[in-house]
C-alpha cells in the first residue's frame, strides 16, 4: 500500500486548501497542509477572480505538503478563462456573481427556448451557468481573440502540467453537455453561437491529466514525476462521492456557500415538469446524474455576519437555537439574494413582503436562515424523489453545514427523516478517494463510501417528532416560483 499521500487541492467561493490523504483499503486521514483566501478582485469591467493569487496559493502548498503521490484538483463550477492562439490567459476570469449576465438568459431563450434548452442539456436555469456568460461575452474582443476556454480547474491543470483537458463532472455545469451521452451538445452550441472547438478534450474522473512541469517541481521542491489526475473536479461532484450512504435510497445535502440538495440517479429526468421545478442534472462520477437544485446555502449567513462585521458564529448560533422558531422564514433560493451586500435588509424585505414579522435582531435573523434552509432542503428533496420517482429514507448532508448541528437537526425534523451529518470536507475526500482509486488502492463506488462511513466522525439527527404541521404552515408563507 502506498505510504506517500494523496494531495487533493480544492478551492471553494472564499478561501482555498492544499489537503493531503493517506489512503488505504481501511484507513482514510486527512490533513491540511495550506489555507489560502480567495478574495474576488471589483475591477472597471466587472468583479473577478483572482486566479494568479489562487495558483500561487496551490504552489505554496504543494511545497508545505511535501512528497505526494499524486494531485488532484476541485473546485466550483461554470466559471472559466479564456486563452489567446499562444495559450496565454486573456484577463481574470469572472465571477459568477458578476452582473453581466443580468437578463442575458432572454436574448439566448429567443434562439434557444428554455423548454428546449433543458431537454437538451437537463440544466436548471441559474443566470451564470457558462452559456449565459458566453451570450453576454458575445462579440467582445476577448472572446473573439480566444482559441481555448478551460473552467477554472481545468485551467490550473494546464498550468501544472501544460496538457489541456475538459473534464466532464465540470464540463455538465455550463449547459452545452448532453447528459445522456456526456458529449458536447454540438446543436445548442451551434444555435447558441458558441463553437465547442474553444473546448478541450473530454477527461473523466480517474483519467491522467499529465505530470507536473519541471519549472512546477522546481517551485515546489518537489521530485519528480509527480501525476496529476483527473478528479471530479466539480466539489459538489467530489462530495457526492464521498456521501458515507450505505443504503441506496438516500438523499444528499452538500452545504457550504451553496446548498446543492437532490438525489444520485442513473439517467437524467428531462420532463417539463422537472425544469418547471428547476431541477439540475449534472453528471457524476462512473455515469451517474447529479440531480438537484441549487439553493442559497450558507451565503445567507455569511453574508449578514460580513454586514455585522464578523461576530462569532458560535454565539449567533447558539442565540439563535433560543430565538422563536419558524417566525419568519424566505425562500432561500430566491434570486433576490443573489449579489452581495445588505443581506440583513433583504431578508427583512422579504418577510415584509409576505405579510411576515420583520426579523430584526441578529438572532431572529440567523433563525430565519437557517429555518429558511431546512424548508428549502425539505422542498427540494420531497421534489427530487417526486420527479424521479423514487423514495428517500435518510438524507446524508455533507461539507461545511455538517459541522452545524442546528441546521443538521432543523432539516431532520422539516423532512420527517434522519440525517447523518459528515463529513464536512466531503470535496477533498471525493477528490482523494478518485485518486486512490485510479491508482488501485480502492475498489468501486460502494467500496469508496464505506470507506468514507467506517474512517470519518458522522453525527446522526432524528426528527424530534414537533409539530409536522408547524412546517407545512412555515412552507406556506414562502413566496416561490
Given at each position: 500500500?502506498?505510504?506517500t499521500?494523496?494531495?487533493?487541492?480544492d478551492?471553494?467561493a472564499?478561501s482555498?486548501?492544499?489537503?493531503?490523504?493517506h489512503v488505504?483499503?481501511?484507513?482514510?486521514?486527512?490533513?491540511?497542509?495550506?489555507?489560502?483566501?480567495?478574495?474576488p478582485?471589483?475591477?472597471p469591467?466587472?468583479?473577478?477572480?483572482?486566479?494568479?493569487?489562487?495558483y500561487?496559493?496551490?504552489?505554496e502548498?504543494?511545497?508545505?505538503a511535501?512528497?505526494v503521490?499524486?494531485?488532484?484538483?476541485?473546485?466550483w463550477?461554470?466559471d472559466?478563462g479564456?486563452?489567446?492562439?499562444?495559450?496565454?490567459?486573456?484577463?481574470?476570469?469572472?465571477?459568477y456573481?458578476?452582473?453581466?449576465?443580468?437578463?442575458t438568459?432572454?436574448?439566448l431563450w429567443?434562439?434557444?427556448?428554455?423548454q428546449e434548452?433543458?431537454?437538451?442539456?437537463?440544466l436548471?436555469?441559474?443566470?451564470?451557468?457558462?452559456?449565459y456568460?458566453?451570450t453576454a461575452?458575445?462579440?467582445t474582443?476577448?472572446?473573439?481573440a480566444?482559441?481555448r476556454?478551460?473552467l477554472i480547474?481545468?485551467?490550473?491543470?494546464?498550468?501544472?502540467?501544460?496538457?489541456?483537458?475538459?473534464?466532464?463532472t465540470?464540463?455538465?455545469t455550463t449547459q452545452?453537455?448532453?447528459p445522456?451521452t456526456?458529449?458536447?451538445?454540438?446543436?445548442?452550441?451551434?444555435?447558441?453561437?458558441?463553437?465547442?472547438?474553444?473546448f478541450a478534450?473530454?477527461?473523466?474522473?480517474?483519467d491522467?491529466a499529465?505530470?507536473?512541469?519541471?519549472?512546477?517541481?522546481?517551485?515546489?521542491?518537489?521530485t519528480?514525476?509527480?501525476?496529476v489526475?483527473?478528479?471530479?473536479?466539480?466539489?459538489t461532484?467530489?462530495?457526492?462521492?464521498?456521501v458515507?450512504?450505505t443504503?441506496?435510497?438516500?438523499?444528499?445535502i452538500?452545504?457550504?456557500?451553496?446548498?446543492?440538495?437532490?438525489?444520485e440517479?442513473?439517467?437524467p429526468?428531462?420532463?417539463e415538469?422537472?425544469r418547471?421545478?428547476n431541477?439540475?442534472?449534472?453528471?457524476?462520477?462512473?455515469?451517474?446524474v447529479?440531480?438537484?437544485?441549487?439553493?442559497?446555502?450558507l451565503?445567507l449567513?455569511?453574508?449578514?455576519?460580513?454586514s455585522?462585521?464578523?461576530?462569532?458564529?458560535?454565539v449567533l448560533l447558539d442565540?439563535?437555537a433560543?430565538?422563536?422558531?419558524?417566525?419568519?422564514?424566505?425562500?432561500?433560493?430566491?434570486?433576490?439574494?443573489?449579489?452581495?451586500g445588505?443581506?440583513?435588509?433583504?431578508i427583512?424585505?422579504?418577510?415584509r413582503?409576505?405579510?411576515?414579522?420583520e426579523?430584526?435582531?441578529?438572532?431572529?435573523i440567523?433563525?430565519?436562515?437557517?429555518?429558511?434552509l431546512?424548508?428549502?432542503?425539505?422542498r427540494?428533496?420531497e421534489?427530487?424523489?417526486r420527479?424521479?420517482?423514487?423514495?428517500?429514507?435518510?438524507?446524508?448532508?455533507?461539507?461545511?453545514?455538517?459541522?452545524?448541528?442546528?441546521?443538521?437537526?432543523?432539516?431532520?425534523d422539516?423532512?420527517?427523516l434522519?440525517v447523518?451529518?459528515g463529513?464536512?470536507?466531503?470535496a477533498?475526500?471525493?477528490?482523494v478517494?478518485v485518486?486512490?482509486?485510479?491508482?488501485g488502492?480502492v475498489?468501486d463506488?460502494?467500496?469508496?463510501?464505506?470507506?468514507?462511513?467506517?474512517?470519518?466522525?458522522?453525527?446522526r439527527?432524528?426528527?424530534?417528532?414537533?409539530?409536522r404541521?408547524a412546517w407545512?404552515?412555515?412552507?406556506?408563507?414562502?413566496r416561490?416560483?
Open positions: 500500500m502506498p505510504t499521500p494523496y494531495a487533493a487541492i478551492l471553494g472564499s482555498g486548501r492544499v489537503m493531503t490523504a488505504t483499503p481501511d484507513t482514510l486521514t486527512l490533513a491540511e497542509a495550506h489555507r489560502f483566501p480567495n478574495t478582485v471589483r475591477t469591467d466587472g468583479l473577478h477572480w483572482d486566479i494568479l493569487g489562487l500561487a496559493g496551490i504552489l502548498g504543494l511545497r508545505k511535501g512528497p503521490r499524486s494531485i488532484g484538483i476541485d473546485s463550477a461554470v472559466y479564456l486563452l489567446d492562439a499562444d495559450n496565454n490567459l486573456l484577463g481574470n476570469p469572472y465571477h456573481r458578476d452582473t453581466r449576465t443580468d437578463h438568459a432572454e436574448k429567443a434562439t434557444i427556448p428554455p434548452l433543458y431537454a437538451a442539456t437537463g436548471q436555469y441559474v443566470p451564470f451557468n457558462t452559456i456568460q458566453l461575452a458575445r462579440d474582443a476577448q472572446l473573439n480566444a482559441q476556454l478551460l480547474p481545468d485551467l490550473l491543470t494546464y498550468w501544472l502540467t501544460g496538457q489541456q483537458g475538459a473534464e466532464l465540470n464540463a455538465s452545452l453537455i448532453d445522456r456526456g458529449d458536447w451538445a454540438h446543436d445548442i452550441a451551434t444555435r447558441a453561437g458558441i463553437d465547442v472547438n474553444l478534450p473530454i477527461r473523466r474522473p480517474g491522467p499529465g505530470e507536473l512541469l519541471p519549472h512546477v517541481l522546481e517551485e515546489t521542491g518537489l519528480g514525476p509527480v501525476p489526475t483527473t478528479v471530479a473536479s466539480h466539489d461532484a467530489s462530495a457526492v462521492a464521498a458515507p450512504a443504503e441506496e435510497n438516500f438523499a444528499y452538500c452545504t457550504g456557500t451553496w446548498s446543492l440538495a437532490g438525489l440517479l442513473d439517467a429526468v428531462l420532463t415538469e422537472s418547471a421545478a431541477f439540475t442534472n449534472e453528471l457524476g462520477i462512473d455515469g451517474t447529479r440531480y438537484l437544485r441549487n439553493i442559497m446555502g451565503w449567513l455569511q453574508e449578514c455576519q460580513r455585522w462585521n464578523q461576530p462569532d458564529l458560535t442565540e439563535a433560543k430565538a422563536t422558531p419558524l417566525r419568519s422564514v424566505v425562500d432561500a433560493g430566491d434570486p433576490t439574494f443573489l449579489p452581495p445588505g443581506m440583513p435588509d433583504r427583512a424585505a422579504a418577510c413582503a409576505t405579510g411576515q414579522p426579523p430584526r435582531t441578529r438572532a431572529e440567523t433563525r430565519c436562515i437557517l429555518d429558511s431546512a424548508l428549502a432542503h425539505r427540494a428533496i421534489d427530487a424523489a420527479l424521479a420517482d423514487r423514495p428517500v429514507d435518510v438524507v446524508h448532508i455533507v461539507g461545511g453545514g455538517a459541522r452545524g448541528a442546528l441546521l443538521c437537526q432543523l432539516t431532520a422539516a423532512c420527517g434522519p447523518v451529518a463529513p464536512a470536507e466531503g477533498a475526500l471525493g477528490n478517494l485518486q486512490a482509486r485510479a491508482d488502492v475498489g463506488r460502494a467500496a469508496m463510501r464505506r470507506l468514507v462511513a467506517d474512517t470519518q466522525p458522522l453525527a439527527y432524528e426528527p424530534s417528532g414537533g409539530d404541521g407545512d404552515a412555515a412552507a406556506a408563507r414562502v416561490t416560483p
